[in-house]
């Protein structure tokens, strides 16, 4: 397993992060498994290596992973998680008495990583003037080690609100929508964040629209119509077919993860997944050597003006 440091935190994080929320959240979305399944795929991630495991209030899966992690020694995992914020704002009370909920799911007394999930930019200033000190007080109580924000992508294709928090500078770690299909973030966002060195996680670097091929049919049309991609550079029978020509990717979901890997500024690229197959393939991906320079390069050009599709 890979390990890179998580920018600033210092913390060591294996380079594939388990997701638990996305459209899996570990299978619990639709009930595709039992809790005893999804606990048991927290565990074989640990086992493989994976130390990086990302939950959230709204994902109804901390608890799960409390019970995953009970047993195992503590300090070897990185635990990430959120508060939900809905259209009210969240108050000062509320974040500390959902920070308790997460503790007592997790089964924990700290959280490495505690986000606001997926603020949107109109809160910005509220959060960050009454909230982001709250955070900072449970911080010096030793309840959270490290800050986090993600955005709300599909509300914010232009990365808006984490280039303001990157402005500021006050968060230690970032959640960002990346992938080969809209690699916007590459000049808005991970540019800033290597500046202030810090945390990147990625997120929707599958998604739906890079694991279905129906759904990467879909994508790429919307991309064609909205005259962000080039029809010629794309063959929708055999959609980025060229990635698996010789054997260069396994499947489109391996080219995926490779790409967004060896991005510049990315530390863990989150993988949600409810199916013990997914993951260790998933793991095999993140652990294959880099994509070919020039399938690296052909992506980026394809690409370069697609920024309305998220891969949802
Ligand atoms: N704003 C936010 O804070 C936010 C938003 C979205 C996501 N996230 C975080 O990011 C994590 C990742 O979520 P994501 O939205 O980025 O989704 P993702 O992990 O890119 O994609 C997950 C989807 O891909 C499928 N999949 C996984 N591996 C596959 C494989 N090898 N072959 C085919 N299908 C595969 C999964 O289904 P199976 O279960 O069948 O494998 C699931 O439907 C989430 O779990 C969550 O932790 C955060």
Known sequence: MEYRQ???????VSVIGLGAGGPSRLG???????????????????????NFIDTAEA?????????????RDRENVVISTKKRLGGEKVTPQQLRAGLEDSLRNLRTDYIDIYHLHGLPLEHY????????????????????????????WSRDLDHQMLQLALNDDLFDVIMV?????????????????IRNDTGVLIMFAIRRALSRLDKLRLALQELIDLGELDAADVDLDNPLGFLLEDGAAKSIPDAAYRFCRDEPGVHVVLSGTGNPQHLVSNIASLQAPPLAPKHIKRLKRIFHQARSVTGE
């Open 6 to 12: 998580l920018g600033r935190t210092g913390l060591m």
């Open 28 to 50: 619990q979305r639709d009930n595709f498994n039992t809790e005893a399944e999804s606990i048991a795929l927290v565990r074989q991630a640990l086992d493989a290596g994976i």
């Open 59 to 71: 994902y109804g899966t901390e608890a799960i992973v409390g019970q995953a992690i009970a047993g």
């Open 125 to 152: 200033p509220y959060y960050k003037d009454q909230i982001l000190p709250v955070m900072e007080d449970l911080r010096s109580q030793g309840k959270i080690r490290f800050t986090g924000v993600t955005e709300f």
């Open 177 to 193: 929508g990346f992938n080969l299909l809209n690699q916007q973030a590459r000049g808005t966002v991970l540019e800033a964040a």
